[in-house]
């Protein structure tokens, strides 16, 4: 065993991973971009078109142990994912390296069984939730290799590192034509931004394009280019556009909420870096979409326009464009229907590739130029730390996301969360699984206070305008404290050694692993 600079215990292997800790030595970055690509199956033009999604998987020479990929920008609604793993099994292929940009509730099929019965045997995502992660938790499925956990901006690195070698990439589209130019953007059921296949696309050896939308050459808008599209298969849907942004909250009228909410818009407020041309991003969940809302008002308070807006994009943020307050829009993926439509509609609404987004591997990413981000957690800990990833039982809750990826490469990154959740607290002593290292988080924001962490590069910088703004706060300690006076001390966790799960840092360090739990 070994311990990282965060003081997590890890192993030094599970099964044949092995486990460099955060903290150690830095990823080389001279290391050349590596990719899986092969040679087109085409050079004469024609269609690509093939009648079913078994002759795309037996015309790529689909193989056992090999790795499959897809998107997540559907969500709830995917109906691919369910289709392609049905076709495998209909040939016998088993063995197979699952590397989706996210692992999501499917109510359309059990992914579950899929690995129960051999034909998945290795997971890489950013997250996995429901059935499946709650069978890994609890050791009723078991895998001999470790679940690989990434921030969203580690998929891109791995992949161009040769870390994640994908053989046959599946990629959800609401059009495309015959010849594989497609989108997300128009069609019977749009998802808007297609920015985490981007990186597939060009890298996988094989590229196949499902749609249930089929368009004139050339497509347009296209999204993915015929350059990379290998093969085309039409089925009769591809998702439901209704339900891109299941799981993500409508504006919230929870009191607790809104005072969050409206607290971390006085912050930003406060801040020296909100003036002209500033940047941000605030997410998807009930509090985030809240304080676009209160955001909006102190910009017109103080007659600020934003340079951009980034990440996954709602509604709100589409509001604040088409007001004049935002220039520009820089979308990685659609929380809801109109912010899908709006990147067609709206000459300022981007839709982005997500290692353009959040790759600090690259030579340049959104990330860097970005002011101030709106993060949400589950549980944040006395040295900052968050927890993006499981519960108060240990039940895998949620993903990573994009939040360590922000939290290191905003100005200020801001996390919110209620200080308990039901007779649970949020605040606590000591995050039960780390995702995003508490140095990179500049403060935490609950409904009883504000706390700065001493220890962010620009504490000095924030405590001065907060003091300057008559905003008071109060030390991370006192709210943890202050939890537990409401809740009781928790219950500790139990789990076992066995290691079901590794969560990555985004140089590919691991922040922290995840153990099977006693329940």
């Known amino acids: 065993m070994m311990v990282n600079s965060l003081g997590r215990e890890l192993p030094e292997k599970v099964g044949s991973y092995i486990v460099r800790p955060y903290g150690s030595e830095a990823v080389e970055t001279a290391v050349t971009v590596r990719t899986n690509r092969t040679a087109g199956t085409r050079s004469n033009g024609g269609s690509k078109l093939l009648g079913s999604i078994v002759a795309a998987l037996e015309a ?124 997300g953007q128009i069609g019977t059921n749009i998802c808007g931004s297609l ?30 280019s015929q350059q990379y599209v290998d093969y085309v298969v039409k089925v009769d849907k591809v998702g439901d556009s209704g339900k891109i942004g299941a799981g993500a909250a409508r504006l919230t009228k929870n009191p607790r909420d809104l005072t969050i909410a409206q607290r971390v818009a006085e912050i930003i407020a406060a801040s020296r870096r909100f003036q002209e041309g500033f940047s941000f991003q605030t997410g998807a969940g009930a509090i985030s979409i809240a304080c676009t809302k209160f955001l909006s008002e102190q910009m017109e308070r103080r007659g600020v326009t934003a ?47 997500n290692a353009d987004y959040a790759n600090a591997y690259s030579k340049g990413n959104f990330l860097d130029h970005l002011n101030f981000g709106v993060l949400g957690a589950l549980e944040v800990d006395t040295d900052f730390n968050v927890n993006l990833l499981t519960g108060s039982s240990g039940r895998m809750m949620g993903g990573l996301g994009g939040g360590p990826d922000v939290a290191e490469g905003a100005d200020i990154s801001i ?61 991370i300690q006192e709210l943890q404290q202050l939890a537990e006076e409401i809740t009781g001390v928790p219950e500790p966790i139990r789990t076992t050694d066995r290691v079901v799960a590794v969560v990555e840092y985004r140089d590919g360090s691991v922040v922290d692993v995840i153990r099977e739990t006693v329940f």
Request: aromatic share 6%; charged share 20%.
């Open 415 to 475: 996390v919110t969360l209620p200080i308990v959740r039901g007779r649970t607290p949020s605040v606590v002593r000591r995050v039960f699984t780390c995702c995003t290292p508490g140095e990179t988080v500049a403060c935490v924001v609950t409904q009883a206070g504000i706390a700065l962490n001493p220890h962010h590069r620009h504490y000095g910088e924030l405590r001065e305008d907060l003091e300057r703004a008559g905003i008071k706060p109060v030390t």
């Open 195 to 224: 920015g985490y296949s981007f990186i597939d696309a060009r890298s996988a050896r094989k590229v196949v394009v499902i749609t249930d939308t089929l368009v004139d050459y050339p497509c347009c808008p296209a999204s993915i």
């Open 60 to 183: 790529c020479g689909l193989q056992s142990g090999m790795t499959i990929s897809f998107h997540h920008s559907f969500r709830e609604g995917d109906l691919v994912v369910g289709q392609v793993m049905a076709a495998i099994r209909e040939l016998g292929i088993h063995d197979l390296r699952f590397a989706p940009s996210a692992v999501v509730n499917l109510s359309n099929f059990s992914l579950a069984e899929y690995v129960r019965d051999g034909t998945i045997t290795r997971i890489e995502a950013s997250g996995i939730r429901g059935e499946l992660g709650d069978s890994l938790i609890d050791g009723s499925i078991r895998m001999e290799e470790p679940a690989i956990l990434r921030p969203h901006g580690a998929r891109p690195r791995a992949i161009e590192m040769g870390e994640l070698a994908i053989d046959v990439a599946f990629i959800a589209v609401s059009a495309s034509d015959e010849y594989g130019n497609s989108t």
């Open 307 to 353: 340079s951009f807006a980034l990440g996954g994009i709602t509604s709100g943020i589409i509001d604040m464009y088409d007001a004049g307050q935002v220039r520009v829009v820089e979308c990685s993926q659609s929380f809801d229907a109109r912010a899908a439509g709006a990147i067609y509609s709206r000459p300022g609404v981007r839709e982005i590739d």
